[in-house]
């Protein structure tokens, strides 16, 4: 018997694909406690922080001498689903994620060049979601750790002009664990259990998915003064192909305490448990069998553009656009490496791409304390029918508050506070069982979205 | 500084506006709409095959959803799913009399799936065509079953199934298997691979209790109606014996058969044995002799008078057995403070009106039985199952006080 069947897998590799790839939903963006403060309205009228060679890598060449940024973020995501017929709210289970950052820069004296090494987490959120909760055949836990390593040269080749950038070398890894139900499973070739009565959604084992991958892309900005007040500043983050080449997938049988009756078409005597029929597909070379994967995930491309104002005397006011080419994550090719090889194939996927608006201001007190303000609002790239346990992707607003506080000459301390708000979304907790469906065939219940992001900064000046 | 202050206060108000413009996050759900009462927000129905929607010897996703417990959960405005059965069915219906053909040119034994879209989470029709009062709350395996029981509970008893659905109201109705395949066979003491024999009283009540504990457990009922069993000796598939001496009759039993019938001089025109029209095709088939006998011959010679014939005392012993049981229902339904309905009561009625024909029309293709009968002489048709339906919503209306709005009638 073969209760296999290939999208078990599949959806299992594209699952984690779609998380590494919601960029756009997971990309809080928590570099930095200056940033985060100003509403990542930073590409313009930076930081005076080494968190720029993110930023906006041109603006590294203003910052004079050895300085250093470190710091974490701790992202609480929260919300759930509640399901249109029975009103039931299934609340979210992420845990606090913590995301550090540290950078590294030198500037020549003369503000004409800058290098230096960043290092962050751009994405690095899960959601999860708790056990009896009805879209865990989509996800129960999904979870992304992407390591970004850049060193990065900046030059100034104008009065108030710069331009800066260097390679991004990505570390990525990818977790996720999923329930499989049995009524998908095909009992005999072109048979489903679903087919022969047992229930949607009966867990019969669960899955996990867990690979890391590499990518090389580039950072590159330009930062520049028009007149005494504003300045413009732009950056491009390229696009990076992750490809995670040896990600590996394990099963573990979940009992269903299901009992065949007399003439099923299984033709197993009555009585026999369909967890011991089951039992053998998790065997060493069969279907269920941990095995080896791989797949390629093609991270979007970044834009941003800012302008900034500082014709007031204490205040600093910048407004940027950011755009993702989320358009352009449109394939996913799943490569199986064991039982499953003859499964391998390659999916598409119809994400639109995405943008957001941000805005940010920052005001100085006496004794050199600052105060920071800010709120972006972000596009979803998610089409309707794409709203998933996975990450439930949605509209946000983000406000933003800060500080900064010197500590000594040499050191100051930076803090800010992000909530993530959203007005929810319409989603689904189950796989389209047939082409053609639309959201409105879909999508069964609402999803809630928030975030909350504390963000705590050191930055140190030699 | 006064206008560095103007700014950052407007840039507060500006995020204190937008916050606030954040919206009630369950504005958006798609919610059904009530109920006509509270207490039919989640309706589960067991049974057998009449709960099921079997129709004319088949079943598939046009008869499920024929269904009186269909109806009800209509008129309850209440989600209601069936396992839908593909077309042409499990077995399919017959759809000509005389002809015994069935829907698709399929035969008694074709067995289609269920749809590949109704792998449905929550089933609401959880009654299985023929299962007895054994079968609900016990081991899948132990009882009786066939395919249907494996593609409409997918592994799982009538009970486990329906606590999935996490009821606040059930329909019961169980307990005419346990005395129909006896009755239809003619011989009510167990005999292998000729009759199950009749459920004893003690047996029924015993089983039907455990049904009942079974759901209780869930702990989310708060309401339902019982359906007492059909005295199937009463059931239009038998005809009374008697009636071959009636003018023009054995002349159409003979047509039907296609051979001369010989009666037995057990018969009389006032016996009161009645004759199960299998008997009929048993002849056709040159599986019985082609005699009517109307009492058990002496010597059991071939069956005769005894295979498909229930005579004064078998219909006696088969009515004590049935009023037993409904006896217990209505016990159980009283005890409970839930419905109870009698079929029996609308049976005596169409039978009396003629609209369940004493003698089916051997020669009409669709309707033989009548508008209320299906063409296996057994289950109800569409337009019973309205009526049925109807009786019901009465029913549980008086002993609720609640408001579910009748059908038309068809």
């Known amino acids: ?462 | 500084m006064s206008r560095e202050r103007n700014l950052v206060a407007g840039a507060v108000a500006f995020v204190m506006i937008v916050a606030a413009a954040a919206c009630n996050p369950t504005k958006d759900l798609v919610v059904p709409a009530p109920p006509v009462n509270p207490l039919f927000a989640s309706y589960v129905s067991l049974g057998n095959s009449f709960t099921a929607g079997f129709q004319s010897g088949g079943i598939n996703d046009s008869t499920q959803h024929q269904a009186y417990p269909v109806l009800l959960a209509q008129q309850m405005n209440t989600p209601f799913t069936v396992a839908s059965l593909l077309d042409p069915g499990c077995p399919p219906p017959i759809d000509s009399f005389p002809k015994g053909t069935r829907v698709g040119g399929g035969t008694s034994t074709t067995c289609f799936f269920r749809s590949q879209v109704s792998g449905v989470a929550v089933l609401n029709n959880v009654a299985v065509p023929g299962a007895a009062s054994f079968d609900p709350a016990s081991p899948i395996g132990t009882g009786g079953g066939g395919p249907l029981t494996t593609f409409i509970l997918g592994g799982k008893t009538q009970v486990q199934r329906a606590l999935d659905a996490k009821p606040t109201f059930v329909s019961i109705w169980i307990g005419n298997n346990d005395v129909l395949p006896a009755a239809l066979s003619g011989v009510l003491d167990s005999v292998p691979g000729l009759s199950p024999g009749v459920t004893t009283e003690a047996a029924f009540e015993s089983n039907y209790n455990a049904m009942m504990t079974g759901l209780d457990a869930g702990g989310t009922i708060k309401g339902g109606i019982l359906i007492g069993v059909v005295n199937v000796a009463n059931a239009p598939l038998f005809f009374p014996a008697a009636a071959v001496f009636a003018p023009g009759v054995l002349p159409a039993l003979e047509a039907a058969v296609g051979a001369p019938i010989t009666v037995d001089t057990s018969c009389t025109p006032t016996t009161q044995s009645i004759i199960n029209l299998e008997l009929l095709q048993a002849m056709q088939a040159g599986a019985a002799p082609d005699t009517i006998a109307c009492h058990a011959l002496a010597n059991h010679a071939n069956g005769l008078g005894e295979v498909f014939v229930l005579d004064a005392t078998e219909i006696a012993f088969v009515t004590q057995a049935v009023n037993a049981y409904n006896a217990f229902i209505q016990q159980t339904a009283t005890t409970k403070g839930w419905a109870y309905f009698d079929p029996n009561v609308p049976l005596a009625q169409l039978r009396e009106g003629g609209q369940i024909p004493v003698l089916p029309d051997l020669t009409q293709p669709t309707k033989p039985f009548g508008d209320f009968i299906s063409l296996d002489g057994i289950h109800p048709s569409a337009a019973a199952h309205v009526l049925l339906a109807n009786l019901m919503i009465q029913a549980i209306n008086a002993q609720y006080s609640t408001s579910i709005p009748t059908l038309a009638s068809p």
């Open chain 1, 1 to 462: 018997m073969n209760v296999f069947r290939a999208p078990t897998l599949v959806m299992l590799v594209a699952c984690g694909a779609v998380c590494g790839a919601h960029a756009q939903g997971f990309q809080l963006n928590e570099i930095g406690s200056c940033a985060v403060a100003r509403g990542f309205a930073v590409t313009a009228s930076p930081c005076k922080d080494p968190s720029t060679i993110y930023w906006n890598p041109a603006a590294a060449a203003s910052l004079e001498g050895w300085s250093v940024y470190a710091g974490v973020a701790a992202v609480k995501l929260g919300g759930g689903f509640t399901a249109d017929t029975s009103r039931t709210f299934s609340a979210s289970d992420a845990p606090l994620s913590i995301a550090p950052h540290v950078f590294v820069n030198y500037g020549s004296k003369d503000d004409r060049w800058a290098a230096g090494l960043g290092v962050y987490v751009p994405y690095g959120l899960t959601s999860q979601w708790h056990s009896d909760f009805p879209g865990r055949f989509e996800a129960l836990k999904a979870s992304l750790s992407s390591i970004y390593f850049q060193p990065n040269f900046a030059y100034r080749f104008a009065p108030g002009w710069q331009v800066g950038g260097g390679p991004v070398f990505a570390y990525s890894h990818v977790e996720l664990r999923q329930s499989l139900d049995l009524a998908q499973q095909e009992a005999v070739p072109g048979l489903t259990f679903g087919q022969l009565g047992v229930a949607a959604r009966t867990e019969f084992a669960r899955a996990k998915l867990s690979g890391s991958g590499t990518a090389v892309g580039f950072n590159v900005g330009v930062h520049g003064t028009l007149g005494a007040d504003w300045e413009i500043g732009a950056r491009y983050l390229s696009p990076l192909s992750v490809h995670y080449d040896n990600a590996d997938a394990t099963f573990s049988q979940v009992p269903t305490n299901l009992v065949l009756s007399a003439g099923n078409p299984l033709n197993a005597p009555p009585g026999t448990p369909v967890d011991g029929v089951l039992s053998t597909e998790f065997a060493p070379g069969q279907p269920l069998s941990a095995q080896k994967v791989s797949t390629r995930i093609k991270h979007p491309a970044q834009f941003q553009v800012g302008l900034g104002y500082s014709g007031l005397v204490t205040t600093r006011l910048e407004g940027d656009f950011e755009w993702t080419q989320f358009s352009s994550f449109d394939q996913l090719p799943i490569a199986f490496k064991g039982p499953a090889s003859s499964q391998s194939r390659t999916l598409f996927e119809n994400y639109d791409n995405s943008w957001s608006i941000r805005v940010g201001a920052e005001h100085a007190f006496a004794v050199g304390i600052k105060g920071r303000l800010g709120f972006s609002y972000v596009r979803s790239p998610a089409p309707d029918e794409t709203v998933t346990p996975l990450l439930p992707d949605v509209n946000r607003r983000n406000y933003m508050v800060g500080f900064g506080i010197p500590l000594s000459p040499r050191y100051t301390f930076d803090a800010a506070y992000l909530h993530v708000d959203t007005s929810g979304r319409r989603g689904r907790i189950a796989d389209p069982t047939s082409a053609g469906q639309n959201a409105l065939d879909l999508n069964s219940g609402f999803y809630t979205l928030d975030a909350n992001v504390l963000s705590l900064s050191i930055r140190a000046n030699f």
